[in-house]
């Protein structure tokens, strides 16, 4: 059985960015949906309940039909967000330090550089997607729940949620007002954590 997992900050905590609704709705409700519904169709499926979800999530193709869209959906749910807390952080924004920020400016030419890309892809998405900072730092977009790990992808170092549901209370239409907020909030301590050496 999966669980919702607590964050590692209040609710109002990135209240300046992001409010305290949107983050207990978000978190409370939407997240709490996905864990819910994964939880519901693992019930019907007990062979796959000793594997992993990034196992499940790596080899989609490989479940069975009857299960597939809805642990691609709600498996991805639970995976993008339970990462996405971890992203934010009220002692976040700012840049990278050490190794990440040196190979982000050796790839991107500067940070901020890097910042406008992103941007830039988060502001492409048509509908509801994610934004993707992937170890070899390029950066990619996916629909709905999908998640880097179900395309042969690694596990991102970094990822933006880009729902509506992520910032209508605040930002109403205007996904680029909440783009340019949420880079206060990152994480880069995490980010940095998930970084690879370069020698892999
Ligand atoms: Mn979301």
């Known amino acids: 059985m999966y669980t919702l997992p607590p964050l590692q900050y209040s609710y ?10 949107i983050m207990e709705l978000h978190h409370t409700k939407h997240h709490q949906t996905y864990v819910d519904k994964l939880n519901a169709v693992l019930d019907t499926t007990p062979e796959l309940q000793d594997r992993s979800l990034e196992s499940l999530l790596s080899n989609l193709d490989g479940l069975p039909e009857a299960v597939r869209t809805a ?6 749910g639970h995976y993008n967000h339970s990462l ?6 009220p002692d976040g924004g700012g840049e990278p330090t050490g190794q990440l920020a040196t ?33 070899d730092l390029s950066i990619v977009t996916t629909p709905n ?15 933006l949620d ?3 549901h992520a910032y209508y209370l605040d930002y109403k239409n205007k996904r ?13 301590d995490f980010v940095a954590s998930r970084a690879k050496s370069p020698e892999q």
Not at 113 to 124: H, I, P, R
Not at 145 to 159: A, E, K, V
Not at 176 to 188: G, I
Request: hydrophobic share 40%; aromatic share 18%; no cysteine.
């Open 162 to 164: 880009v729902w509506e």
């Open 12 to 21: 109002d905590a990135l209240g300046k960015y992001i409010s305290k609704d």
């Open 71 to 76: 642990i691609h959906n709600h498996g991805g």
């Open 84 to 89: 996405f807390w971890q992203w934010m952080s």
């Open 103 to 135: 190979n982000i400016v050796e790839k991107y030419g500067s940070f901020q550089a890097f910042v406008d890309e992103f941007t830039t892809k988060s502001l492409g998405v048509f509908g509801s997607g994610w934004v993707w900072l992937q170890p």
């Open 176 to 188: 680029d007002d909440y783009v340019k907020a949420w880079w206060n909030v990152v994480n880069w």
């Open 145 to 159: 729940q999908d998640t880097p790990i179900s395309h042969g992808l690694d596990s991102p170092l970094l990822g």
